[in-house]
């Protein structure tokens, strides 16, 4: 009996942890999909309208004033639509920072600390082979030269 609810234990271990992508959270909601997936396909089209503009102006078939003022509405579509994308990805990831607990200033102030950590581990280069070297180190770890006879 015991290693029957042993058994089943791991078996409901392994399930959650099959399972644990496929939580709700992590999925868009259905109204931010369709709003990506329909600024992806935008996307692509302009994408496609610019590539025939330009073969069809490569190929004489544009004259060269309306090539550029239709060029620039293409661009500028597309320039839209990207920052629409931009958004709904900053949007998101608002969304999970705020769903982990996350926030901006601990993440900054992790980095701060991380890096003023590797500032004093810094101990310059070596005077032999020209690597860097860690203060604490007493032999280059390239070259093998006593870094403690200086």
């Not at 369709?34 to 610019?50: G, K, Y």
């Not at 949007?91 to 982990?100: F, G, T």
Request: charged share 30%; aromatic share 6%; glycine share 6%.
């Amino acid at each position: 009996m015991g290693s029957f609810v042993l058994i089943l234990g791991v078996l409901l271990l392994v399930m959650a942890y099959v399972l644990w992508p496929l939580r709700k959270d992590v999925f868009l909601s259905k109204s931010e999909e369709t709003a990506r997936s329909r600024l992806l396909a935008e996307q692509e089209r302009l994408l496609n309208a610019l590539r025939e503009l330009d073969f069809d102006h490569t190929l004489g078939k544009v004259l060269p004033e309306d090539y550029e003022v239709q060029r620039a509405a293409l661009i500028r579509q597309g320039a839209e639509v990207m920052r629409q994308l931009d958004e709904l990805a900053q949007a998101r990831e608002r969304k999970s920072q705020k769903a982990e607990g996350v926030s901006d200033d601990l993440v900054e102030e992790y980095l701060i600390r991380r890096r003023s950590e590797r500032a004093e581990k810094g101990g310059g280069f070596c005077p032999n082979c020209g690597k860097a070297v860690l203060a604490a180190d007493r032999f280059c770890s390239h070259c093998g030269h006593n870094l403690q006879e200086n």
